[in-house]
């Protein structure tokens, strides 16, 4: 089955430490999203990758890091820097690489609860 | 800056009924627009992409319209089915520094009682 696999499910953080959430996708899509869900709030982009060993900042990056080494996997870092770090994680991808107007498909997310 | 809003925030209506969700945005030079849906505690499963040159979309009883110029677009679910609860996302995308970047709603929450 193709699809994106986003692990864990519940992800407990105490504080100042830093955790990674994992985004795996076998769509063989070049580019990848991260999204933060807060209750009440539609999604804000945290970071995307257009393409292999890139990616830019999105709205709210301060806190959060990610790499893209892989063009399967973009694991985004939840640092310390994060104050507010409780919400739903989503991550997404898309085929990338013809500009503009791609669906977009998520993966079930990751719940962050601080401890 | 694009804002997407919904309304209403939430929706509660008998099994049978149509209905129509709105969404609207202040930037009309967007690329596409997209309803997605939401379960509780879900990931996001696509719905609709309506390109900017295109009018109207539809997949089953679901129709979704854009009206780029005043900044708005409907979903229409025809003879709604308890099945059909969930939350609803609207999100469009913008070339504003580059790669697919949408702006979503806060959604309209759809309860479809028996």
């Known amino acids: 089955d193709g699809g994106i696999t986003q692990s864990p499910k519940y992800l407990f953080r105490k504080e100042g430490q830093n955790v990674t959430l994992s985004c795996e996708q076998n769509?063989?899509?070049?580019?990848m999203y991260w999204y933060r869900q807060d209750p009440g709030q539609g999604l804000r982009l945290i970071y995307y990758?257009?393409?292999?060993?890139?990616?830019q900042k999105g709205d709210i990056a301060e806190g959060y890091s990610v790499s893209r080494e892989k063009k399967e996997s973009f694991p985004l870092t939840v640092t310390s820097a994060q104050k507010n770090p409780t919400a739903f994680y989503l991550c997404?991808?898309?085929?990338?690489?013809?500009?503009?107007?791609?669906?977009?498909?998520f993966g079930p997310g990751t719940r962050l609860l601080v401890l | 800056k694009q804002e997407v809003t919904q309304i209403p925030a939430a929706l509660s209506v008998p099994e049978g009924e149509n209905l129509v969700l709105n969404c609207s945005f202040t930037?009309?030079?967007?690329?596409?627009l997209q309803w997605f849906r939401q379960d509780p505690g879900k990931g996001l499963t696509s719905l609709l992409l309506?390109?900017?040159?295109?009018r109207e979309q539809t997949s089953g009883r679901l129709n979704a319209s854009l009206d780029k110029s005043s900044g708005r677009s409907t979903l229409y679910i025809a003879a709604s089915q308890p099945g059909d609860s969930a939350t609803y996302l609207c999100?469009?995308?913008?070339?504003?520094?580059?790669?697919?970047?949408?702006?979503f709603g806060t959604g309209t929450q759809l309860k479809v009682e028996l």
């Open positions: 997404a991808s898309s085929i990338g690489g013809r500009g503009w107007g791609e669906t977009q498909y």
């Open positions: 769509l063989n899509h070049d580019a």
């Open positions: 930037d009309s030079a967007i690329y596409n």
């Open positions: 309506i390109q900017s040159s295109q």
């Open positions: 990758s257009q393409i292999v060993n890139d990616f």
């Open positions: 999100a469009v995308s913008n070339p504003t520094g580059g790669g697919n970047k949408l702006t």
